[in-house]
Nanobody, 115 residues
Framework: QVQLVGSGGGLVQPGGSLRLSCAVS????????MSWYRQAPGKERELVAV????????NYADSVKGRFTISRDNVKNMVYLQMNSLKIEDTAMYYC????????WGQGTQVTVSS
């Protein structure tokens, strides 16, 4: 059974940082490109960051480029998202998933940026 469980979200002030984690079970992340998505209230889910199987190639949405860093630990079957210089517009529910051949959406983690 595939499970994608996000954690690490919370309430942070503008300019702050958070590190999100995604614990994956039911498949081996090492053979998939992985990604983080987010969905703000009233908006469609959007792709935030992608990382290839080996971790050497990453790609980011223009809105987070230079502030967010995606990484992975294939041994631990985990995916991470380091978020720095957070802005109010980063407020959303964040989810991880396979890139391309997406699995059923799992538990996201809420990020709220507010002063």
């Amino acid at each position: 059974q595939v499970q994608l469980v996000g954690s690490g979200g919370g309430l942070v002030q503008p300019g702050g940082s958070l590190r999100l984690s995604c614990a994956v079970s039911g498949f081996t992340v090492s053979i998939f490109a992985m990604s983080w998505y987010r969905q703000a209230p009233g908006k469609e889910r959007e792709l935030v960051a992608v990382i290839n199987t080996g971790g050497g190639i990453t790609n980011y949405a223009d809105s987070v480029k230079g502030r967010f860093t995606i990484s992975r630990d294939n041994v631990k079957n985990m995916v991470y998202l380091q978020m720095n210089s957070l802005k109010i517009e980063d407020t959303a529910m964040y989810y991880c998933n396979r890139y391309g051949s997406r699995a059923p959406w799992g538990q996201g983690t809420q990020v709220t940026v507010s002063s």
